[in-house]
C-alpha cells in the first residue's frame, strides 16, 4: 500500500523509524509531535497486527486529543475503508490485518493491568502521570510476537518532574546532558544491561526534541502568541521546548492591583467564574468569584469567602451565597460530595459538581500559570492572595514532585481557595492548551 503523505521534515525520519523500542518525544506548544505520533502509529496497524495502547492520565480527554487525531489522519489518508472507528467505548480496528487501538485513562489504572498482548503504547502528557504508573505501563510490553514499542510524548516542565529526571539520566548514560538534545534535536542510544545471566537486553531509545518552528501548518495568530509570552518560564516551554523552573513559588504572574480597578474591568468581562470548596472542621469552606479577559489574557479574582466550621445551613446565610443565588451564577464544586451539592441546589444555587480527576492541582496549575497576570487585591480576598503567594511544589526525597502526606495535595501547604479555583475554572480551556481552537475558529 502507498501512502503519500505531506507532514513536518524534522519528524520525518520519527515517523519512519523502525529499528527503536523506546520513542521520547520532547516538544514545545504546537510542534505537531503528538499529530505525527498519531500518523507513525496509523502506520505501524496497517503495516503488520498490532495491539496498540493509547493512554493519558484523564481518559475524557483522550477523545478530544490522540482519538480525534488518529481519526483525522484517517480520514486525510482517505483510509477510511481499512479502518472501523467506535466513538463510544473509543476503538479503531484495522480491517485489514486486525491491529487494535485501545484508549484508557490512566484514572483508573488498574483496568490497565487487564489487557494483554500490547506490543504497542502511546503516553501522551507523559508528565501529567506518576513515574509509578510509568514503569507499570512499560511492564505490560511483553509479546514476544513484535517488537515492543513504548512512545513518550511530553511537553516540558519543571524541572522537579520525572520525564526530566530520566531524560537526563539515559542521556548521561552516553555522557551527554539537556542541551545536547536542544542542539541535536535527535539522539538515538543503545542501553545495554547485562543480566545475571550472562546474557544482555538492549533497548534501543529514540530522543526527538521539536518547537513550533519545526511544524509548517501552524496558525499565525498561534505563532504571535508563542512570540510575545513575556514570562522567561512559560516561554522555555511554550516556544522554545526546553524544561524550566518557575523558582521556588509556583505562580509569579501575581499582580496586586486594587479593587475598585479590577471592578472597573470585570463588570465588562462575560467569562465569569465561581468555585467553592467544601470544608468544615479542618478544612475551610472556600469560594473564590473569578473573571478572565481572554482578549489579553488576564485573571480578575474579584470576590472571595473563607471560612471553618460553618454548618451548610449557616453558609446559606452568608452573603456571598445570596449574592450568587440572585445572579444567578453557575458554581463548580467538587463532585465528590454529592449530597451537599444536592443540599444547595435544593436551596437554589446553581451548582454542578467539577470532576475529581487525579492530575486535577496540576492542570489548575498550568491553567493559573498560562495567564499572562492574575489580577488581586489582598485586602479584599486576602486567603487566596496569601495561599497563592505561598503555594510551593512538594517533592520527595528524590527530588520529584509528589503527594505532600499531610495534605494529600503536590504543595507544600493545603491551598484550599486554589482548590476552589480550580474547580471553577474545570470548564475552562485556555485556547493555547486547545490545538484545534484555530481549526474551529475557522469552520
Avoid at 472542621?281 to 473564590?288: D, E, G, L, M, Q
Wanted: hydrophobic share 35%.
Amino acid at each position: 500500500m502507498d501512502i503519500n503523505v505531506n507532514i513536518n521534515e524534522h519528524f520525518k525520519d520519527f515517523v519512519l523509524d523502525d529499528k527503536h523500542n523506546i520513542y521520547f518525544e520532547l516538544g514545545g506548544y504546537g510542534s505537531s509531535k503528538s499529530y505525527n505520533t498519531a500518523f507513525k502509529t496509523v502506520l505501524l496497524s496497517l503495516q503488520e497486527k498490532r495491539k496498540i495502547l493509547v493512554t493519558r492520565q484523564v481518559k475524557d480527554t483522550l477523545k478530544e486529543s490522540c482519538f480525534a487525531d488518529i481519526v483525522e489522519i484517517i480520514n486525510d489518508l482517505g483510509l477510511d475503508e481499512f479502518f472501523k472507528i467506535n466513538k463510544s467505548p473509543m476503538e479503531i480496528i484495522c480491517r485489514r490485518n486486525g491491529s487494535k487501538f485501545i484508549f484508557k485513562g490512566l484514572d483508573k489504572a488498574k483496568k490497565i493491568k487487564s489487557i494483554r498482548d500490547i506490543d504497542t503504547i502511546w503516553i501522551e502528557e507523559a508528565d501529567e502521570i506518576d513515574y509509578k504508573t510509568f514503569k507499570e505501563l512499560k511492564s505490560r510490553l511483553r509479546t514476544q510476537k513484535n517488537r515492543n514499542i513504548l512512545i513518550i510524548t511530553t511537553n516540558p516542565n519543571e524541572l522537579d518532574t520525572w520525564t526530566y529526571k530520566w531524560l537526563t539520566e539515559t542521556l548521561s548514560k552516553v555522557e551527554m546532558d539537556i542541551n545536547d538534545l536542544y542542539n541535536k534535536r535527535i539522539i538515538k542510544i543503545e542501553d545495554i544491561t547485562k543480566l545475571e545471566s550472562g546474557d544482555v537486553n538492549i533497548e534501543n531509545i529514540y530522543l526527538h526534541h521539536s518547537n513550533y518552528k519545526d511544524n509548517k501548518f501552524l496558525d499565525k495568530n498561534f505563532i504571535a502568541e508563542l512570540e510575545n509570552e513575556k514570562d522567561e518560564f512559560q516561554r522555555a516551554i511554550k516556544k522554545l521546548g526546553h524544561f524550566g523552573s518557575s523558582g521556588e513559588k509556583i505562580l509569579n504572574n501575581i499582580v496586586q492591583l486594587n479593587q475598585e480597578q479590577i471592578m472597573l474591568v470585570v463588570k465588562n468581562l462575560y467569562n465569569l467564574y465561581t468555585g467553592f470548596d467544601f470544608g468544615f472542621a479542618k478544612s475551610y469552606n472556600a469560594i473564590v468569584r473569578l473573571a478572565i479577559d481572554e482578549e489579553n489574557n488576564n485573571l480578575y479574582i474579584y470576590d472571595e469567602f473563607y471560612g471553618k466550621e460553618i454548618t451548610d445551613t449557616e453558609m446559606l446565610e452568608m452573603d456571598i451565597i445570596k449574592q450568587l443565588i440572585a445572579e444567578g451564577e453557575v458554581v463548580y464544586a467538587d463532585s465528590a460530595e454529592p449530597k451537599t451539592i444536592r443540599f444547595y441546589k435544593m436551596n437554589n444555587l446553581s451548582i454542578s459538581g467539577a470532576k475529581k480527576t487525579p492530575d486535577i492541582s496540576k492542570a489548575g496549575v498550568k491553567k493559573l500559570q498560562n495567564f499572562d497576570n492574575i489580577f488581586i487585591d489582598p485586602v479584599k480576598c486576602p486567603n487566596t492572595y496569601r495561599e497563592l503567594t505561598m503555594m510551593k511544589w512538594h517533592l520527595n526525597k528524590d527530588g520529584i514532585i509528589a503527594k505532600n502526606p499531610k495534605t494529600n495535595k503536590p504543595f507544600n501547604i493545603d491551598p484550599h481557595t486554589f482548590d476552589a479555583i480550580k474547580y471553577g475554572l474545570n470548564k475552562y480551556t485556555p485556547y493555547i492548551f486547545d490545538k484545534h481552537h484555530y481549526k474551529r475558529e475557522e469552520e
